[in-house]
Structures are given as structure tokens and as C-alpha cells.
């Protein structure tokens, strides 16, 4: 755990110099950031909520980040259990015990099971960061001299404390008693309605206020003390985790590794504890279902409840899982159906007029999405001036963006990075959706530059070699993978044991933090995959690939529920569109219109959203739920105006169209391509994405059917389709030389260089 408190453990405000004075332009490569925020500009606040020593980089976009934005806390789930930094303490809860469900989310109970308080102090001003690990936080409440230190983690059903200048108090919330234990036991069981709580003091210890609301600990000096969720009330299972209680996780570390062989990938997660007394090192802890599915740990056979779905609990100190690389690739390849004269015209549309350079990092990053769609494309058609023309667009907005000075040397206020030493990131200006003060969203916008730079750096690595240095700081910025670095928090926007990426920088929320468009964090990753792979950086790639994987696992689960054996029957939407620390909501932050409900977790559409059709019946349920609740809302919005009818039977869609078109051809390409030729004239793609790009995937989807999930290849950018039977099997090589690509099912391909490849 990163920790180390001064006595006074006084708040700080780190400052990192190694990389240039405050305020002045630092160069890296061709490119430059501001070293501090541009004159004017908003960023976030001033004040940490840290302890004196905590001097690394502050991590953000967690499901604790909260600790460190305000004096005490917003409400915490790292599941099962939830609490809050209150006044009197840390409320602990149990959310699992009362799962609710109706058209609009899935809820967990709220409560007040428990009040972890301290005998000195009867109000707590603060919780501060006192340390973290990849999925555990250390709080601290009070000071080093009298006050208590906490300890908590994704998974874990305990938590850990250390007093210092008093004892543990505990307050049962309404109707807790006591079940097992009494005055003289070091450990008690108490129970809270349907759940129940092992309360485990040092040896020795005894007990007051038994029968009351408010229970005493006196612990004879001894520092440490736990609270445990138990799964049952069994005077056995109280043992069990008596047995456990007082080896203290003290760091958990995540590791993955990619087989590009088998495609297989690999993560494994470790406990480090400290045993205060006892023999036992190994500890309790409780998988989520992405994991549980493909995990190898030491179930106990115990379960939780919990919003995700039931959680497993497991023994000792590792586990790991393994899973599939979905299948990539850089584009669709063009198919028998595609008339390569219509491609063309349509390039042309895509490219006419001016290119707008210049935006907010969202909408810029959009830009360069939609263009990073054509190259691909226009190279297979033979049409080198569109991917020239792709090319130079992206440069030329790439570059500028990554440089902190305009072209006669003057610092700018706008279209630059401007990095913050308080709490270590990098920013984009202008920001957008709190990108900035909020530290919001740097996936789904740094994402489309991740995008673009890969696409570029497929033709021309030359530019990515020369431009690497600043990219590789966006990427430090949104995932760095060195918890040593000292410029950005390890990880920052991705959450090892959730298994996603949270999108909120504070997570200053009653139901914790939260993440949308789960697709736009599959397409930074996605990214980050191509960007490594084109510039032979395995490190970034395996990242990429690490990412990608463990993403899509929980969106299946969690989002869309594949399986269908996660969300609560009372649940009828097809889509949780938002996942929060404590719920799954259908809606979003921006509309309720049914094509953002759902497109939102489908755009950007491109050679990374093959997983949308892994499961076919899943597609077929979420497309045929989009079409029902389009449908009544165009009858109430028809009904608003004195119509009775409406045209398109719930396919007239007036957002996204094309996206629409394209989540369809995944399970029904004909009838996309029907909704396409009806209208291909009259709309505008979504801003990510391309005229060429809807065209030629619907087509390629008719001639090559649905997306096999069953064959893997010893490349990332691979797909097997099925069509009738048939299979068609497709390869990119982004290298500079031929490759034979071999795939499960025995097939081998010969891939020129840079170059798509198919064959049956």
C-alpha cells in the first residue's frame, strides 16, 4: 500500500518539478505541453485530501476517488460492502441484502448497518488519503496521535483498522443485537435483519454496551481491530472469518499478460497482509462475475449479492483469470458486394469542404475518429488521394494539438495540454463535459487521438517514432502502467478488479462513480492496441489488448447481460446504459431519446465493435428493444401533435441513423441495407463516424454474415464471419513484411504487408 503519514499528517499540495519550471513550455520530441494550466483556464482543485507523505501522483476516476476531493466522503462501493466518511465515522452497509429492480435500474439497499467510530473523537472534520494499492484505499480519520486508519478494497468483505489515542465503537443501525459472543469475547456476531457482521477485536479484548445500540471495545493497547461482512449467520462461518480477521491486506497488485499465439489473456491479482496475530496470511475475497467465470481461485462456496450480480468468495492470497482476445480489426474488409465507384463517391462526400482542425478534445477527437475510418477503406478501393487526404488531416490536427506553441513560437491558450503537478494530469484545452475541473471523461476523449495515431502510424511509422513521445504521455495520462511514474497515478481511468473504467474524475455521488459509453472506452483501448502494435511497442499493445479484453468481459455482463443471468427479471430494459458504483440505470446524461439510450454503448461502430455481435440473440433482443420503445416514443411525440400514426414502425430514426444501420447488420444486414438505400441520401453520419464506412460495413456484413466468436488467430487484428454455414476468415497486417496468420480451426492465411487479408 502507498502510505506513509507524517505526524502532523497534515494535507498537502504535491508539486512535481522534474519536468520544467511552472508555467513554462516543456518540450518532449517535436511536440510540447504547458507545465501548469494555461492563464484563465479552469482546472481542478487546489486541495487534496491526502496525508503529508502521500507524495505520488493522485489517482482519480476511482471508486474511492471521492476521499480526496472532499473533507469527508461521497458513498463508496467496492462491493459487497459500501460506506461513507461521515461526522461520527465510517458508515458501513451492505447493498446485496435488498437488490431492486424496475424499468429505469437496478438498486442495492441502502442503510445503516454499522457506525465505525473512535472513543476520543466524537466528530470527524476529515478523511484523507492515507495510502492505495491497485484495488484497496487507506483512509485517514482524526491524525496520527489520536484518530483511526482504514482500510478497504474492491471485493473485500473486511475492513481493516488501526486506532491510535482510543477504542473501536460500533453502532448497530435499527434492530442489530448481538447473536454470538458476549462482554468477555474478543469477537462478536451481530446481526442486522437478514445480515449479519463478525466484529473482531484483538485477543484479549472484551466488551461493553452489549444489548445497547453501542457497542465498546476495550483492546488492552492493541492498535488493530476488523469489521467483516459475513455471507451467513452460522456460528462456523463466524469462525472462519475470525480465523482471517486480523491479517490486514496491506497492498493488492494486478498483473496481466497477452498470448499472441493463443490470443489468451491473462491476469492475475495478489494480496499482500500483515498479520497482527494468528498464523493465518491469507485473507477473504469475493469475485465479481466477469471474473468468476473465468477464474482459477479457491471458492469457498459462499456468495454475495450485489448489483453486478452474485459475487463468489474465494481464499487465500492470488487468483487469476483468463480470457479470449475479441476479435479487431483496423477496418472490415471490402467485400464482393461493395461497388467500389459508390465508395468513392461517397469518400468524396466525406472529404468535401473544410476540415475543422480545431475543437474541444471530445469533439476534435470525434473528428479525428470519423477520418481515421477512410484510410482503410480508400486503400483496399485503390484510392490513395482520400488516404492522403486522411493522412494530412490527422497530422496536421494531431500535431498541433500536441504542441503548447503556435507556429511563431508564442504559447497558446487554446488547442494545447497543459499538465497539473497538484494532481498529476494532463489536460486538453478547450475541455469539455468537466474534462478539465472535474478531470472527467479522458478515456472517451484522449481515446480518438489513441485512434487516429494508430491509424497514421500504420503507413507511417516514421511520424509515430517522432510524434511517440507526447502521445505517450496522453496514454501515462489515461492508463499509465508504471506505478512508479511520477507524473500520473497508475491506471487512472480503468479499474483492475470492476474490470471497466469509471468515467467521473471525483466520484462525488450518492451512488458512487459511474461510466456511459462503455463503447468509447472499448475504442481508446482499441487504440492504444493499434498504436502499439504499428510502432512495435509489445508493452502497449499487451496493454491494449489487456485492456480490450477485460472491458468487453464486463460490458457482456454488466451492460448488456448476455447470458441473461445477472439482471433482475423486474429489470425490462434490454440495456443498463449507465453503470454506477451503486446501481445500473437505463438513461443517460444527455437524452432520452431510445437511439442515445442505446446507441451510446455502440458508437463509435468500427473494427473494434465486432464484439456487439458475438452474441447474436442478445443483438437480435437489444435491437428489437430499440425498436419498441423508438416506436412508442414516436407515438407519444405524434400523440403531442394531434397524429395518430407514425412512419417507420420505430425505424425512422432521427439520431444516429447510421449507427442504428450498423448495430442491425450484425445480426440482419439486409434489412440495414434496406434502411440505408431509404436514406442514404438525406443524412448525416454520426461525428465519429463515415459515409464510406456505414456503406461498406453494411455491405461486408451481407456477404459475410455474423461474427464467429469461436475461432481465435495468433495475430490481434483477426475475425472469423459465418455465413450459411461457411466461414470467411479475415487478417490485417500492419507490418512492414508478409506474415502467415494461422487460426484455431487450422486455417492459414498469407497476409501481404500492410495489407487485409480474406479467404474461406
Known amino acids: 500500500m502507498k502510505s506513509g503519514l507524517s505526524p502532523a499528517a497534515s494535507i498537502i499540495l504535491f508539486v512535481i518539478c522534474t519536468h520544467g519550471a511552472f508555467g513554462e513550455t516543456v518540450s518532449t520530441g517535436p511536440g510540447s505541453y504547458r507545465n501548469g494550466l494555461p492563464e484563465g483556464a479552469k482546472g481542478p482543485p487546489a486541495t487534496i485530501y491526502n496525508t503529508g507523505e502521500v507524495l505520488t501522483p493522485m489517482p482519480t476516476n476511482d471508486w474511492w476517488s471521492s476521499l480526496a476531493w472532499v473533507p469527508l466522503s461521497d458513498s463508496m462501493f467496492p462491493h459487497p460492502l459500501a460506506m461513507r466518511a461521515v461526522e461520527g465515522g465510517l458508515r458501513i452497509w451492505y447493498p446485496g441484502a435488498a437488490i431492486s429492480a424496475s424499468k429505469v435500474a437496478i438498486m442495492g439497499g441502502g442503510g445503516e448497518d454499522l457506525l465505525l467510530g473512535h472513543s476520543g473523537i466524537t466528530s470527524f472534520k476529515e478523511a484523507r488519503v492515507a495510502g492505495w494499492s491497485d484495488w484497496f484505499v487507506t483512509a485517514l480519520m482524526g491524525n496520527e496521535e489520536c484518530g483511526m486508519k482504514l482500510t478497504f478494497g474492491h471485493g473485500s468483505p473486511f475492513v481493516f483498522a488501526e486506532f491510535k489515542g482510543g477504542e473501536p465503537i460500533v453502532t448497530l443501525g435499527k434492530g442489530g443485537q448481538v447473536f454470538a459472543g458476549g462482554e468477555k469475547d474478543a469477537t462478536l456476531g451481530v446481526r442486522l435483519g437478514g445480515k449479519a457482521y463478525g466484529l473482531f477485536a484483538p485477543s484479549g479484548s472484551n466488551w461493553s454496551g452489549i444489548g445497547s445500540e453501542r457497542l465498546s471495545a476495550r483492546t488492552n493497547g492493541k492498535p488493530y481491530f476488523t469489521i467483516a461482512l459475513l455471507p451467513d449467520d452460522k456460528r462456523e462461518t463466524l469462525e472462519q472469518f475470525r480465523e482471517r480477521a486480523h491479517a490486514h491486506v496491506t497492498g493488492s497488485t494486478v498483473s496481466w499478460q497477452y498470448d499472441e499465439k493463443t490470443a489468451a489473456v491473462t491476469t492475475r ?63 472490415l474488409p471490402l467485400t464482393a458486394s461493395v461497388d467500389k465507384g459508390t465508395l468513392r463517391e461517397l469518400l468524396k462526400t466525406d472529404l468535401a469542404g473544410e476540415p475543422q482542425l480545431t475543437g474541444d478534445t471530445y469533439w476534435l477527437g470525434k473528428q479525428l475518429g470519423k477520418w481515421a475510418t477512410i484510410p482503410p477503406l480508400a486503400e483496399q478501393a485503390g484510392d490513395t488521394i482520400s488516404v492522403n487526404a486522411c493522412d494530412q488531416r490527422m497530422r496536421t490536427a494531431l500535431e498541433a494539438f500536441l504542441t503548447a ?109 459511474n461510466n456511459e459509453s462503455s463503447s468509447e472506452a472499448v475504442n481508446a483501448w482499441f487504440g492504444l492496441l493499434l498504436l502499439g502494435e504499428t510502432t512495435g511497442d509489445t508493452a502497449l499493445r499487451d496493454l491494449g489488448a489487456w485492456l480490450l479484453t477485460t472491458e468487453i468481459s464486463a460490458i457482456e455482463d454488466y451492460w448488456f447481460d448476455v447470458r441473461d443471468d445477472l439482471h433482475p427479471p423486474d429489470f425490462t430494459p434490454s440495456v443498463v446504459t449507465m453503470v454506477w458504483g451503486g446501481k445500473g440505470a437505463n438513461g443517460t446524461w444527455f437524452s432520452a431519446n431510445p437511439e442515445a439510450v442505446h446507441g451510446i454503448n455502440y458508437l463509435p461502430v468500427t473494427g473494434a465493435s465486432l464484439y456487439l455481435g458475438r452474441w447474436p440473440d442478445y443483438a437480435r433482443k437489444n435491437y428489437a428493444a430499440l425498436v419498441a420503445e423508438n416506436l412508442e416514443s414516436d407515438l407519444a411525440t405524434a400523440a403531442k ?66 461474427v464467429d466468436r469461436t475461432v481465435t488467430a495468433d495475430t490481434p487484428f483477426a475475425a472469423v464471419f459465418t455465413k450459411q454455414g461457411k466461414r470467411t476468415h479475415v487478417a490485417w497486417n500492419p507490418g512492414l513484411t508478409a506474415r502467415t496468420v494461422t487460426f484455431s480451426d487450422g486455417m492459414k492465411l498469407e497476409a501481404a504487408p500492410q495489407s487485409c487479408a480474406s479467404a474461406h
Open 641 to 706: 401533435r394531434g397524429q395518430s400514426t407514425v412512419t417507420g414502425n420505430g425505424t425512422a430514426f432521427d439520431q444516429w441513423a447510421d449507427v442504428m444501420w450498423m448495430y442491425r447488420a450484425l445480426t440482419d444486414p439486409d434489412d440495414a441495407l434496406r434502411m440505408w438505400e431509404a436514406r442514404s441520401a438525406d443524412f448525416k453520419p454520426e461525428a465519429g463516424n463515415s459515409l464510406a464506412q456505414t456503406y461498406a460495413w453494411l455491405t461486408a456484413f451481407a456477404d459475410l454474415g455474423q
Open 405 to 513: 506553441t503556435d507556429t511563431t513560437g508564442k504559447e497558446k491558450k487554446n488547442g494545447l495540454f497543459a499538465y497539473d503537478p497538484v494532481w498529476g494530469t494532463l489536460i486538453g484545452y478547450p475541455a469539455s463535459f468537466g474534462s478539465d475541473d472535474q478531470l472527467n471523461d479522458h478515456h472517451f476523449h484522449y481515446g480518438y487521438f489513441f485512434r487516429a495515431a494508430g491509424e497514421l502510424a500504420r503507413r507511417d511509422p516514421a511520424w509515430a517514432a517522432k510524434w511517440g513521445p507526447m502521445l505517450k504521455l496522453l496514454v501515462r495520462d489515461v492508463v499509465s502502467e508504471d506505478r512508479k511514474d511520477t507524473m500520473f497515478p497508475f491506471l487512472r481511468c480503468f479499474d483492475p478488479y470492476a474490470g471497466h473504467s469509471w468515467a467521473s474524475g471525483h466520484a462525488k455521488f450518492g451512488d458512487g462513480n
Open 269 to 331: 491479482f495478489e494480496f499482500a497482509t500483515h498479520s497482527f496475530e494468528g498464523t493465518e496470511t491469507g485473507t477473504l475475497f469475493a469475485l465479481y462475475p466477469h471474473q468468476w467465470r473465468d477464474a482459477e481461485a479457491a471458492f469457498t462456496g459462499q456468495t454475495y449479492g450485489s448489483v453486478r450480480g452474485p459475487m463468489k468468495l474465494a481464499s487465500g492470497l492470488h487468483f487469476s483469470t483468463k480470457a479470449t482476445l475479441p476479435p479487431i480489426l483496423p477496418s
